[in-house]
């Protein structure tokens, strides 16, 4: 199964795809979509269109993105969900189902700990996909998306396994 991780931002929209096998979990790529344009909708098509272009390259089989917190900045906080709409629209689009995962779940998957700074998160993206050279803070926490999913899905699929196995 191919995973993409979408860590939406309205400047900068983190993406990242691994492979996910029984042995084990392998990167393909990870990259950053910059917002271009001079007003807000001109920025949202342009990540749309660049979200696009990376979903048509990579062939995702699933997508997980990153679910939004509230800050005190209400219109910053809008602006960030409107970033988050174009996330699950492209996957969407495409076909994908789109699951979602809390910031603090994403880092108790990958860390270990719900309050993992942008440093541990990296290392640990680092640390579970030999190799990886990283495009950025955002493309980190896009990866770290991906594994929580391919991890949440991997034990989904045994869990299933085993119901299915009691019931024979």
């Given at each position: 199964m191919r995973v993409i991780g979408i860590d939406p931002g309205l400047r900068r929209t983190g993406w990242g795809v691994v492979d996910v096998a029984a042995g084990g979990i392998a990167h393909v790529a990870n990259g950053v979509c910059l917002s271009e344009g001079a007003d807000l909708a001109e920025r949202l098509c342009s990540l749309h269109v660049q979200l696009t272009a990376v979903l048509?390259?990579?062939?995702?089989?699933?997508?997980?993105?990153?679910?939004?917190?509230?800050?005190?900045?209400?219109?910053?906080t809008l602006k960030l969900g409107q970033a988050r709409?174009?996330?699950?629209?492209?996957?969407?689009?495409a076909g994908l189902r789109v699951a979602e995962y809390a910031p603090n779940a994403v880092k108790k998957t990958v860390v270990g700990v719900g309050h993992a700074d942008k440093a541990q998160v990296a290392?640990?993206?680092?640390?579970?996909?030999?190799g990886v050279e990283l495009a950025g803070p955002d493309a980190a926490d896009a990866l770290a998306i991906a594994l929580c999913h391919a991890h949440h899905a991997r034990f989904a699929?045994?869990?299933?396994?085993?119901?299915?196995?009691?019931?024979?």
């Open positions: 048509a390259r990579h062939r995702p089989e699933a997508a997980a993105v990153e679910q939004t917190f509230v800050n005190k900045d209400a219109a910053g709409a174009i996330a699950l629209l492209v996957p969407a689009q290392h640990m993206v680092k640390l579970q996909l030999a699929g045994r869990m299933q396994a085993a119901l299915d196995g009691a019931r024979a």
